[in-house]
């Protein structure tokens, strides 16, 4: 009984030890740091992690609380967020419950495609991005993961980073189909919303573009679109980049069914995932709009024509050269 006793006062002494030290050192909480906690790592390895960041005062306190109230084992792998100046107690509990975990916040751009997303989530340090491709490829989502700023821990399984973009999916983009009833499928709709995301510069022009793609297509009309060339190619090792500029004639020659200066009709599916602003220009194209082509006028815009020679007067105008070759409707 005399050990039990003497057991219980140490335990309880450093208790009030370590609150004491809590109240009396750290009066008011410092700086938010992030700490990593490794697998495997021990107790005496994460108090000189959270000693080395500020965030406590003792490894020996610390070491010994965590012996009393819990083990290394208890301790999530992971990075956490952490006030300097914090509590024993208070430490281990956060990271034992995982309260305090740190989300890296990663933003999708509008008309990347999905390796460029793989690439973002890799040098956050998110997810495999081979797992994110493959479950993207096998479930055909290109054009579906929602272009947005997210949180993600780190080490997210790939399916849960794609549930959640599938969840932000439904909730921004799928709503516009019931706001905008239209003849053409959900897939039809962003695959030309991808074309479109990736042609326009200027907001207001995408209800335009949107409507030169719609023209052509429903008129049976290759759409002779640049990024679904620039899609089939892929990364581009010379530039460094995934969407090659300058294309030349030899890449409109590329064969695939993304080439549309080669085969009529919509590629096989999106060649990018678009915002909302690119699906809604495609579900409410320009009103009256008759345009077949247009081309950049080097401001950012586009000169919009209806006949194959009034395009190519634009170019001649905007390029100050005679026009010559495929009878593209842009530049």
Same mark, same amino acid.
């Given at each position: 009984?005399?050990?039990?006793?003497?057991?219980?006062?140490?335990?309880?002494?450093?208790?009030?030890?370590?609150?004491?030290?809590?109240?009396?050192?750290?009066?008011?909480?410092?700086?938010?740091?992030?700490?990593?906690?490794?697998?495997?790592?021990?107790?005496?390895?994460?108090?000189?992690?959270?000693?080395?960041?500020?965030?406590?005062?003792?490894?020996?306190?610390?070491?010994?609380?965590?012996?009393?109230?819990?083990?290394?084992?208890?301790?999530?792998?992971?990075?956490?967020?952490?006030?300097?100046?914090? $509590? !024993?107690?208070?430490?281990?509990?956060?990271?034992?419950?995982?309260?305090?975990?740190?989300?890296?916040?990663?933003?999708?751009?509008?008309?990347?495609?999905?390796?460029?997303?793989?690439?973002?989530?890799?040098?956050?340090?998110?997810? !495999?991005?081979?797992?994110?491709?493959?479950?993207?490829?096998?479930?055909?989502?290109?054009?579906?993961?929602?272009?947005?700023?997210?949180?993600?821990?780190?080490?997210?399984?790939?399916?849960?980073?794609?549930?959640?973009?599938?969840?932000?999916?439904?909730?921004?983009?799928?709503?516009?189909?019931?706001?905008?009833?239209?003849?053409?499928?959900?897939?039809?709709?962003?695959?030309?919303?991808?074309?479109?995301?990736?042609?326009?510069?200027?907001? !207001?022009?995408?209800?335009?573009?949107?409507?030169?793609?719609?023209?052509?297509?429903?008129?049976?009309?290759?759409?002779?679109?640049?990024?679904?060339?620039?899609?089939?190619?892929?990364?581009?090792?010379?530039?460094?980049?995934?969407?090659?500029?300058?294309?030349?004639?030899?890449?409109?020659?590329? !064969?695939?069914?993304?080439?549309?200066?080669?085969?009529?009709?919509?590629?096989?599916?999106?060649?990018?995932?678009?915002?909302?602003?690119?699906?809604?220009?495609?579900?409410?194209?320009?009103?009256?709009?008759?345009?077949?082509?247009?081309?950049?006028?080097?401001?950012?815009?586009?000169?919009? $024509?209806?006949?194959?020679?009034?395009?190519?007067?634009?170019?001649?105008?905007?390029?100050?050269?005679?026009?010559?070759?495929?009878?593209?409707?842009?530049?």
């Amino acid at each position: 009984m005399k050990r039990f006793w003497l057991l219980t006062a140490v335990f309880v002494g450093l208790l009030v030890l370590g609150l004491v030290a809590g109240k009396l050192y750290f009066f008011s909480k410092g700086d938010l740091v992030t700490v990593q906690i490794r697998p495997g790592q021990t107790g005496a390895d994460v108090a000189r992690e959270l000693k080395s960041k500020g965030v406590i005062r003792s490894e020996l306190l610390f070491k010994i609380l965590l012996r009393l109230t819990a083990n290394a084992q208890d301790l999530k792998a992971g990075q956490f967020d952490l006030r300097q100046h914090t $509590s !024993d107690l208070e430490v281990i509990n956060c990271i034992k419950t995982g309260q305090c975990t740190h989300y890296e916040k990663v933003t999708f751009l509008e008309g990347w495609r999905a390796e460029e997303m793989a690439e973002e989530l890799a040098r956050k340090h998110i997810t !495999d991005p081979h797992a994110f491709l493959n479950l993207v490829r096998e479930r055909d989502l290109e054009g579906y993961l929602f272009p947005s700023t997210y949180l993600f821990a780190e080490n997210t399984p790939a399916a849960n980073v794609v549930d959640e973009m599938l969840a932000q999916y439904k909730k921004h983009i799928a709503p516009l189909f019931k706001q905008y009833p239209t003849n053409l499928t959900e897939r039809q709709v962003l695959t030309l919303a991808s074309i479109v995301e990736r042609e326009a510069v200027v907001h !207001d022009e995408r209800p335009k573009i949107a409507a030169v793609y719609t023209n052509r297509f429903l008129m049976g009309k290759r759409l002779e679109a640049d990024p679904t060339v620039q899609y089939a190619l892929g990364f581009n090792e010379r530039e460094q980049r995934h969407w090659k500029k300058g294309l030349t004639y030899r890449d409109l020659k590329i !064969d695939s069914p993304y080439n549309t200066y080669r085969f009529g009709g919509l590629p096989p599916g999106p060649i990018c995932n678009p915002g909302t602003a690119s699906v809604r220009a495609v579900l409410q194209p320009e009103l009256n709009f008759d345009a077949l082509y247009f081309v950049a006028d080097n401001t950012g815009r586009h000169a919009f $024509s209806r006949t194959f020679h009034e395009h190519k007067q634009h170019i001649k105008r905007i390029r100050g050269v005679r026009h010559t070759g495929n009878p593209a409707q842009h530049d």
